[in-house]
T-cell receptor, first 114, second 113 residues
Framework: ETGVTQSPTHLIKTRGQQVTLRCSSQSGHNTVSWYQQALGQGPQFIFQYYREEENGRGNFPPRFSGLQFPNYSSELNVNALELDDSALYLC?????????????FGPGTRLLVL | GNSVTQMEGPVTLSEEAFLTINCTYTATGYPSLFWYVQYPGEGLQLLLKATKADDKGSNKGFEATYRKETTSFHLEKGSVQVSDSAVYFCALGRTGTASKLTFGTGTRLQVTL
């Protein structure tokens, strides 16, 4: 069974640029959630994708957007990067439709905005 | 809204000491409760979970009991090892639509010889 994978592992961008992060969900899972973890903080929910549509969103501006593909993998796009976007971005996959929707996390992408 | 409060760290213990990390929550209904662990430079690993009141989750010697009357889910281990040094996050989640997780701020545990 393949776990959740994310790419790239590290990324450096400058303010105002755009970035795309990628996530492959665990085998058998159909839902992907994205979280932002600032240094020394707990992860904050950005949004969730199920059946290729956004299925809930946290308190993040519209410049944070995403996609889910037919194979359940997902992308997180951030436009007009700001210094405060520097964080670890975590992807989690789960199965929607069962009785328990435990989320399993990937290793994360560490983004530094200069 | 939902929230999770964890005891602040860092927690420093000697090897073989008893560990308790407190976690309390605020939520409507009956959330599921989780403990995740994050080793340096890595993502989150699920440590244990409980889905209803009085359930006890356990894994690798760690335990936590879902206490609805005190809205708590404290993490315990009888004898910690140096390899347990990590940041521990308590989280609550709901099943159904947009089953997002709400995390506490994390508690850093350092175990010394």
């Amino acid at each position: 069974e393949t776990g959740v994978t994310q790419s790239p592992t590290h990324l450096i961008k400058t303010r105002g640029q755009q970035v795309t992060l990628r996530c492959s969900s665990q085998s058998g899972h159909n839902t992907v959630s994205w979280y932002q973890q600032a240094l020394g903080q707990g992860p904050q929910f950005i949004f969730q994708y199920y059946r290729e549509e956004e299925n809930g969103r946290g308190n993040f501006p519209p410049r944070f957007s995403g996609l889910q593909f037919p194979n359940y993998s997902s992308e997180l796009n951030v436009n007009a990067l700001e210094l405060d976007d520097s964080a670890l971005y975590l992807c989690a996959s789960s199965f929607t439709g069962g009785t328990q929707e435990t989320q399993y996390f990937g290793p994360g992408t560490r983004l530094l905005v200069l | 809204g939902n929230s999770v409060t964890q005891m602040e760290g860092p927690v420093t213990l000697s090897e073989e000491a008893f560990l308790t990390i407190n976690c309390t929550y605020t939520a409507t209904g009956y959330p599921s409760l989780f403990w995740y662990v994050q080793y340096p430079g890595e993502g989150l690993q699920l440590l244990l979970k409980a889905t209803k009141a009085d359930d006890k989750g356990s894994n690798k010697g760690f335990e936590a009991t879902y206490r609805k009357e005190t809205t708590s889910f404290h993490l315990e281990k009888g004898s910690v090892q140096v390899s347990d040094s990590a940041v521990y996050f308590c989280a609550l989640g709901r099943t159904g639509t947009a089953s997002k997780l709400t995390f506490g701020t994390g508690t850093r545990l350092q175990v010394t010889l």
